[in-house]
């Protein structure tokens, strides 16, 4: 199965309370940055780091280490800013 060169996330909202984030924006690739994952890795998937919301595929990543990575980047932005990263692009 071929693995997706690039995983782009977007950003669902739970309802929280006004000014709960104070920050300049809410963008997933933003949040994803402060949560320190640039050059963040599992196996050869790794975190961009010109773009947070970008994944790259150094060329032999696989299936698992794809749905690995994205399980811990939507955690530690979940855990850290409580927001629900949904992916925008369909695994199959």
């Known amino acids: 199965m071929e693995c997706l060169q690039q ?5 669902i909202f739970q309802r929280i309370l006004k000014n709960k984030l104070e920050l300049p924006t809410t963008s997933a690739g933003y949040l994803i ?8 890795a599992v196996g050869d ?3 961009s780091e ?3 919301n970008f994944i790259i595929n150094k060329g032999n990543g ?3 280490d794809l749905l690995k ?4 980047i939507k955690e530690k932005v ?3 800013f409580g927001v629900n990263l ?3 692009v369909k695994l199959i």
């Open 33 to 40: 940055d402060k949560c320190g994952l640039k050059g963040f």
């Open 69 to 72: 990575i994205i399980e811990i």
């Open 45 to 47: 998937f790794v975190v």
């Open 7 to 11: 995983v782009v996330f977007s950003k």
């Open 50 to 52: 010109k773009h947070a």
């Open 78 to 80: 979940k855990n850290k």
């Open 62 to 64: 696989n299936y698992k």
């Open 86 to 88: 949904k992916l925008e």
